[in-house]
């Protein structure tokens, strides 16, 4: 008695459908959202909160059938779809969607008319500035509200932090490290891929007084061949 | 299929009315996150986020209860929105009566306890949310604030602070703000006046770039120091 339009549902025909309400849940969130919660925009937004109140609707009711969400559940996705496909082929679609960023404040000087229009008052402004590390507003050149409603800003060029450029200083390049041993597994393709053999690498980690790869519980290389090295105790 | 069902209730809904149903709320629901605005999406404040769990209840019930009728959840989700647009018009103009003050939990360096006992927080909180804004010495804080929308903001004390520009008066070249100027070969005349740029710059940029159609351009976006980055 869990499946179909129950009139009097009994507590154990419920808690079996909450088990099979988490495994649909896991897979709606698992297939519909590629983006964060913090990314999305106001046609994801719907979907999002619907998708879980839908999810829910068999444990509200034992009226409401497993059939009842599911074709519900697959025309959100299909409508999801659609305007997804639309807005990639068209910009025009896809602001109107999406949604267009704002720009409240421009090179220093503030939009008011933008403001008014989205019901920011200055106080509001002036706290989103605050979590952005900014409690001066004359630093700031440019705020832009993005569709998805948070804040992002731009500094004065001056009061930005001074970088290796402005002093004509030659930096590391940027470059991600390569695990080579994980919980005392040797990856020997990222071995090769440094361009290294197994007898450097025993080698080097005599100097960390290993001599045997599994008492090490991670190491990572760096393209100029720097180890760093974890070891188990 | 039976048109009084898809608007009022029956017993029960086949596959074609479910679908009809869904699509029609999906759509009034869309229109209504679209007149509330942005900052919706970015759920501001505890007000935000209770709107937008009760809104999608309602309409999902509405979705797949057979004996509820759509025609209830049509000016529901209307009305709801209305009250929506006034709050928020309420938070633009009389922000003291609705939303909740800043508070300061720390102000140069000195913990205020009568606050952090206002703001609901222990000991244990404002310490994992110092860590959590890079900000492990508290000696260093000039100023810790709960905000209104429930985020917390960190001043760190002027000397405490990475070098600026200005600090080693150093003359930085000005930006501006990078901007797509080229959509899939489309160009957009309002960026490209804003910024006082003409049709010959673009393609003096694009030869440079050894490119001599502009429709073979993908994107072509302005960058901050008004150059032409191109990717095909």
């Known amino acids: 008695m869990v499946f179909g339009v129950i009139k009097d549902i009994s507590l154990e025909g419920y808690i079996i459908r909450t088990f099979i309400v988490g495994i649909i849940a896991f897979f709606v969130g698992r297939y519909a959202l590629k983006r964060t919660v913090a990314q999305l925009t106001a046609y994801d937004f719907v979907l999002v909160w619907v998708l879980g109140a839908l999810t829910v609707a068999p444990l509200l009711d034992g009226e409401i059938s497993f059939t009842y969400i599911v074709v519900p559940l697959l025309t959100l996705f299909f409508w999801h779809y659609i305007i997804s496909f639309i807005s990639l082929k068209s910009r025009k679609l896809s602001l109107f969607f999406n949604g267009k960023p704002i720009i409240l404040i421009d090179d220093g000087k503030i939009i008011i008319k933008n403001l008014k229009k989205h019901f920011i008052n200055v106080d509001l402004l002036m706290s989103e500035l605050r979590l952005k590390n900014i409690f001066d507003i004359s630093e700031v050149k440019y705020v832009i509200l993005e569709p998805n409603g948070h804040f992002s800003t731009i500094k004065k060029e001056s009061q930005r932090p001074v970088t290796p450029t402005d002093l004509n200083l030659f930096s590391k390049l940027v470059d991600l490290p390569l695990v080579i041993i994980n919980d005392g597994k040797l990856f020997e393709e990222n071995l090769i891929k440094s361009g290294v053999d197994k007898q450097w690498l025993m080698d080097n980690l005599a100097m960390y007084n290993v001599d045997n790869i599994t008492n090490v519980y991670l190491a990572t290389i760096d393209s100029f061949k720097k180890l760093y090295v974890a070891k188990k105790d | ?232």
Do not use: C
């Open chain 2, 1 to 232: 299929m039976n048109l009084y069902t898809i608007f009022f209730k029956g017993e029960t809904l086949n596959i074609l009315e479910l679908f009809i149903r869904a699509s029609i709320l999906y759509f009034m629901l869309f229109a209504s996150t679209k007149v509330m605005g942005f900052r919706q999406p970015g759920i501001l404040t505890s007000y935000n986020f209770l709107m937008a769990a009760g809104i999608s209840h309602i309409a999902a019930s509405r979705m797949v209860n057979p004996k509820s009728r759509l025609v209830d959840a049509i000016p529901i989700i209307v009305v709801y929105t209305l009250i929506n647009l006034f709050i928020s018009y309420l938070y633009f103009k009389a922000p003291s009566v609705v939303s909740q003050k800043p508070i300061i939990l720390i102000k140069n360096g000195k913990l205020i306890k009568k606050n952090l006992s206002k703001a609901k927080l222990t000991l244990d909180n404002l310490i994992s949310i110092l860590r959590q804004r890079n900000a492990t010495n508290i000696e260093k804080v000039e100023y810790l604030i709960a905000e209104s929308t429930g985020d917390f903001s960190v001043a760190v004390k002027n000397n405490a602070l990475p070098i600026t520009k200005i600090d080693m008066s150093i003359e930085p070249s000005q930006d501006i703000l990078s901007q797509i100027l080229i959509y899939k070969g489309k160009v957009d005349e309002k960026i490209l006046k804003k910024n006082k740029l003409s049709y010959d710059w673009i393609y003096n940029e694009l030869k440079s770039n050894n490119i001599d159609n502009i429709n073979d351009i993908y994107l072509g976006l302005l960058t901050t120091d008004k150059k032409l980055y191109i990717s095909p």
